[in-house]
């Protein structure tokens, strides 16, 4: 087990995660980054923003960096027009 730490940069500044967590592999802290961003983005959304420029910065116990999760790769963002089709048909109707 290794310890990894989840440090956020964003529009609000650059946050140091001081406790970090203990994790088995790179692969588990990449995902742990993924949901954390997830929840920063799902937090924004709330008070009717986003702001996909952020990221998380992990690091081990030397505050070597590991990786980096963009928030904009932790979501698929689809725009444009709506699917075409018709609404599926209510069971109760």
Avoid at 23 to 35: G, T
Avoid at 59 to 73: G, Y
Avoid at 79 to 91: L, V
């Amino acid at each position: 087990m290794s310890r990894y730490y989840f440090n956020v940069r964003n529009g609000h500044g650059f946050t140091l995660d001081e406790e970090g967590l203990e994790l088995s592999s790179d692969q588990d802290a990449r995902m742990q980054a993924i949901i954390g961003a997830r929840s920063l983005m799902s937090a924004e959304v709330l008070e009717g923003r986003l702001d996909l420029r952020g990221q998380i910065e992990v690091t081990d116990d030397d505050n070597d960096e590991v990786l980096t999760v963009r928030f904009r790769d932790a979501v698929d963002v689809n725009e444009g027009k709506p699917p075409i089709g018709k609404p599926p048909i209510a069971a109760n109707r």
